[in-house]
């Protein structure tokens, strides 16, 4: 982190502060854990302005529904774009609480988005448009066994249907649901909110913690389609930004999930 950011977060604080932890793992933020006590998040390119831009006026209504924390920024910036928010204590959730967690899944999906300013988008034309990027970029590190399988899986982007619309998260992997106590305490990170299909807030959890979890069949098929694509977008964030790393984790990813 520059020493520019190190003076914006001493002005936004009116002090030196004592330490600062860098968080440098985020693919659309650089994080700064600030005295243990505050979270200040800089955008790391202007195309993801607009998703914080999003989480400013966002977060302020959804806080009184939900039975979690959720950011609250007392400290805004607009020259440059960046905020700063009381650290949620947690650690991420690994199977915890599962009551808790569909209590927080359904009170989100329960909410009216009515003058809320989400993305609205055709969601089978915005995965086959994503998928279609894949196949371009992705699928040629795969083997020719793999690609086949892969393409089977993009094909079923024509079938994220039925489904009525709900507010979601969208991004709801264990790093941004904070257990405290053994409960879930708190969701972070809202900047991918949108409007659209319930399974997708379920794909890490019927596939990872909660696989017996009573859901509709279908939401279920969908929830692992979603599972499955994700690693997806890590390759094609690493390959992006020429970070290997990324790549290679995203590609053996790909490969478990086919």
Known sequence: ????????????????????????????????????????????????????????????????????DVPSFEHVSRNPLFVGYRLIRGEPLVDEDADGVRAFLEALHALDPSGLP??????????????????????PFLDKDRRVQAKRLFGDAETLVDFEPALLHADLGPE????????????????????????????WLLNGPFADWDVDPDLRRRARFYHRLAPWYETHYGLFTNQPAHIERGLAGIRDRL
Do not use: K, N
């Open 1 to 68: 982190m520059t020493t520019d950011r190190h003076r914006l977060i001493a002005d936004a604080l009116g002090r030196s502060p004592r330490t600062i932890l860098e968080i440098d793992d985020g693919y659309d933020f650089e994080v700064a854990i600030v005295d243990d006590d505050w979270v200040f998040r800089f955008p790391r390119r202007s195309a993801v302005e607009e998703a914080l831009e999003l989480e400013i006026v966002l977060l302020p209504a959804l806080a009184p529904a939900l039975s979690v």
């Open 118 to 139: 989400v993305e609205r988008p055709d969601w089978v034309e915005a995965y086959r448009d994503q998928c279609a990027e894949f196949e371009r970029l992705v699928l």
């Open 176 to 203: 941004h649901l904070l257990v405290r106590d053994g409960r879930l305490a708190g969701v972070i990170d809202w900047g991918d909110t949108r409007l659209g299909d319930p399974a997708l807030d379920y794909a």
